[in-house]
């Protein structure tokens, strides 16, 4: 019969996605999270380091760890230190590893350089300021696709865009959001934004032409926060609270924004769902703030959707997450996602993954993927340019590479032409080395050079302790 034939299970690769946590020597103990009470995930990973906003005295700050020091975290371990009050927001650049991007409540986003090494004390000068929000700054993201184009939006209900390598503004987007902002996203490639607000609209914008093409009062009937991102083909996905404070996810279509294609009621917690997007399996992962699961979804073409597939249960609560991208993954063992899943004191990664009965690389799982290169400059993304990301093979995984330097060129409106004077010959010191740059070199060696005497010092004491060790034992 007929109606026997539509039982038939779904078929989909990420039936069987399952995450389990990291044995406890891989996790990141000793952290003091951060208590600021926000929307923001409090994490960003890449891969090569985990950083996550902490609590501080007197000013805000974040801890930057390489992905390999797990473990224990030294209490007096470097942190990012500018700020002047609590940071509210962090973010790794797509398309230069060493470099993240602060909002804080003093009105501020910074941009940092991050060293390789470990420095030896807190990382106090960012490479720049962006200064033009008039109220705490609490959401940053950058540009998926145009090189050091950052995002951010603050309580003044005011959206900046910013030239991070000449340190200007390059579009304020007021006059768009009566109230608070609660997110932003950007889509694949850039070329606009989607914002959730208090005033209960979603809003789709071309930023560049400051035009709101597309909004929606009220995707979800509850007064609570909504979220939403750009999944694939242009559709919204949102999370949001019933009526009845039931928390609900919809999908929307662009082009017909009135009826949602998906609206699915979940249960009655009520924390905000943070919700985390991979476009190369179409899957959304849905992690509560103040819940103990993350839940995931698959998207599709196909009736209802939003297809729902498991649940990674565990004890207890998240109080931020960081989620890797994928270039940051472990192909080998058919990681498919990886969080960061922040606790009280600690950072715990959890990792999922689809188990494969074969040794050899799952193409079918790892589709090419956006690398680190940007496919454009900031100016020519700001002339109308639009450019998918440049997509790099995980075939062999990805290798990061090593650090970049963040180049900032001021331009000077006083004069346009070269100071006079002597110019300096490059025959001596030919190096591209920026004052702070080599200034952070010379501590660097400093710090070293009291390292080995100190090490000297302890290895003579030693040798004399041994020595009367052995002339009294003659």
């Known amino acids: 019969p007929p109606a026997m034939s539509r039982r038939v299970v779904r078929q989909s690769k990420f039936r069987h996605v399952f995450g389990q946590p990291v044995k406890a020597d891989q996790m990141y103990e000793d952290i003091r999270v951060s208590k600021v009470t926000c929307d923001s995930s409090f994490c960003a990973v890449n891969p090569k380091f985990v950083a996550i906003i902490v609590e501080s005295g007197g000013g805000g700050a974040f801890i930057v760890l390489p992905l390999a020091k797990t473990g224990r975290v030294d209490k007096n371990h470097p942190l990012v230190t500018g700020h002047t009050a609590p940071v509210l927001d962090i973010d790794w650049c797509p398309h230069n590893d060493n470099v993240i991007a602060s909002a804080s409540e003093?009105?501020?986003?910074?941009?940092?350089?991050?060293?390789?090494?470990?420095?030896?004390?807190?990382?106090?000068?960012?490479?720049?300021?962006?200064?033009?929000?008039?109220?705490?700054?609490?959401?940053?993201?950058?540009?998926?696709?145009?090189?050091?184009?950052?995002?951010?939006?603050?309580?003044?209900?005011?959206?900046?865009?910013?030239?991070?390598?000449?340190?200007?503004?390059?579009?304020?987007?007021?006059?768009?959001?009566?109230?608070?902002?609660?997110?932003?996203?950007?889509?694949?490639?850039?070329?606009?934004?989607?914002?959730?607000?208090?005033?209960?609209?979603?809003?789709?914008?071309?930023?560049?032409?400051?035009?709101?093409?597309?909004?929606?009062?009220?995707?979800?009937?509850?007064?609570?926060?909504?979220?939403?991102?750009?999944?694939?083909?242009?559709?919204?996905?949102?999370?949001?609270?019933?009526?009845?404070?039931?928390?609900?996810?919809?999908?929307?279509?662009?082009?017909?924004f009135e009826e949602p294609i998906a609206l699915q009621e979940m249960d009655t917690s009520n924390g905000v769902l943070l919700p985390f997007y991979d476009a190369d399996s179409s899957i959304v992962y849905l992690c509560g703030k103040g819940d103990s699961s993350i839940r995931y979804f698959e998207i599709t073409d196909e009736a209802p959707y939003v297809h729902y597939l498991n649940t990674y249960s565990s004890k207890e609560p998240q109080r931020g997450m960081g989620f890797m991208p994928k270039r940051g993954l472990d192909v080998s063992k058919c990681e498919i996602a990886r969080f960061f899943k922040l606790h009280e004191r600690k950072c715990e990664p959890i990792v999922m993954t689809v188990p494969r009965k074969s040794d050899l690389f799952q193409d079918d799982l790892y589709p090419d993927t956006p690398g680190p290169e940007p496919a454009l400059e900031a100016d020519e993304w700001l002339s109308?340019?639009?450019?998918?990301?440049?997509?790099?093979?995980?075939?062999?995984?990805?290798?990061?590479?090593?650090?970049?330097?963040?180049?900032?060129?001021?331009?000077?409106?006083?004069?346009?032409?070269?100071?006079?004077?002597?110019?300096?010959?490059?025959?001596?010191?030919?190096?591209?080395?920026?004052?702070?740059?080599?200034?952070?070199?010379?501590?660097?060696?400093?710090?070293?050079?009291?390292?080995?005497?100190?090490?000297?010092?302890?290895?003579?004491?030693?040798?004399?302790?041994?020595?009367?060790?052995?002339?009294?034992?003659d």
């Open 106 to 256: 003093d009105t501020t986003v910074m941009v940092w350089q991050i060293p390789d090494y470990v420095p030896v004390r807190n990382i106090t000068e960012p490479v720049v300021t962006l200064e033009g929000h008039s109220k705490r700054v609490s959401i940053i993201s950058w540009h998926p696709t145009a090189r050091n184009v950052l995002l951010s939006a603050g309580c003044d209900n005011l959206v900046i865009l910013w030239n991070v390598g000449t340190g200007e503004m390059l579009l304020a987007l007021d006059d768009m959001h009566t109230d608070l902002i609660y997110n932003v996203g950007w889509n694949r490639n850039g070329s606009l934004l989607v914002t959730t607000c208090k005033d209960k609209k979603v809003r789709v914008i071309d930023p560049r032409k400051q035009q709101i093409i597309a909004e929606k009062t009220k995707p979800h009937d509850g007064t609570r926060p909504i979220r939403a991102i750009f999944v694939a083909d242009g559709k919204i996905f949102t999370t949001g609270f019933s009526k009845m404070s039931e928390r609900q996810l919809g999908l929307w279509d662009l082009k017909n």
């Open 384 to 473: 109308g340019k639009d450019a998918e990301p440049i997509l790099i093979s995980l075939r062999d995984g990805y290798v990061p590479i090593k650090n970049r330097e963040l180049k900032v060129v001021k331009k000077n409106i006083l004069d346009s032409k070269p100071p006079p004077g002597p110019r300096r010959s490059h025959s001596t010191c030919d190096s591209d080395l920026s004052q702070p740059a080599l200034e952070e070199v010379l501590e660097e060696i400093r710090a070293l050079k009291e390292m080995v005497q100190a090490q000297e010092k302890r290895i003579s004491d030693l040798e004399n302790k041994l020595c009367q060790f052995t002339n009294g034992t």
